[in-house]
């Protein structure tokens, strides 16, 4: 069996999550609206934020918008102001 460990806390919904070659990873903090980066200490950066359209958390994740919106739905997360 795998063995998981918890490299970091304090994500606000993060969604998918990207190996890098330096280790670290990359994901989108829906609810921060943030591109945000992990690295293989813990550490996090945010990369940039998110503004929707062409540049948004959809096309950063590599997946179509409407998925992001059915999942956000499933998970009952909305975008602030919304």
Do not use: C, H, Y
């Amino acid at each position: 069996m795998t063995e998981l460990r918890e490299i970091t806390t304090g994500l606000r919904f993060p969604e998918g999550p990207v190996a890098i070659s330096d280790g670290s990873i990359l994901l989108v903090e829906i609810e921060r609206r943030t591109l945000t980066r992990v690295a293989p200490d813990g550490g996090k950066e945010i990369v940039a934020q998110m503004g929707g359209g062409p540049n948004g958390a959809a096309a950063r994740l590599g997946i179509n918008r409407s998925t992001l919106q059915f999942r956000m739905k499933k998970l009952g997360i909305s975008r602030p102001g919304r």
